[in-house]
């Protein structure tokens, strides 16, 4: 099985074509997925968003592994 990823935009007609490689022989069969990724946010959203992360639980223990992994690094001089 051999997986080749095509990015378009949907156009105004709603008809996307398919690009298939030369190498692939006519006749074969060929599995077709859409997956739409989400809509641009808006700025305010992003802010939003972000507003919510300060305060999810998740989040602040990556962060606080994060900051214990460059603890010791982070004494290092940089020169």
Same mark, same amino acid.
């Given at each position: $099985?051999e997986? %080749? ?7 105004? /007609?709603?008809?996307?074509? *398919? &690009? ?9 069969? $060929?599995?077709? %997925? ?7 946010? /808006?700025?305010?959203?992003? *802010? &939003?968003?972000l ?29």
């Open positions: $099985m997986a %080749i990823r095509q990015i378009v935009r949907i156009p105004r /007609n709603h008809e996307v074509r *398919i &690009k298939v490689p030369e190498h692939i022989a006519e006749d074969e069969l $060929m599995e077709v %997925i859409l997956l739409v990724k989400k809509g641009k946010q /808006n700025f305010k959203e992003k *802010i &939003k968003e507003k919510k992360a300060v305060k999810d639980p998740m989040y602040l223990e990556d962060m606080k592994a994060v900051s214990q992994d460059f603890e010791y690094v982070d004494q290092e001089g940089w020169e």
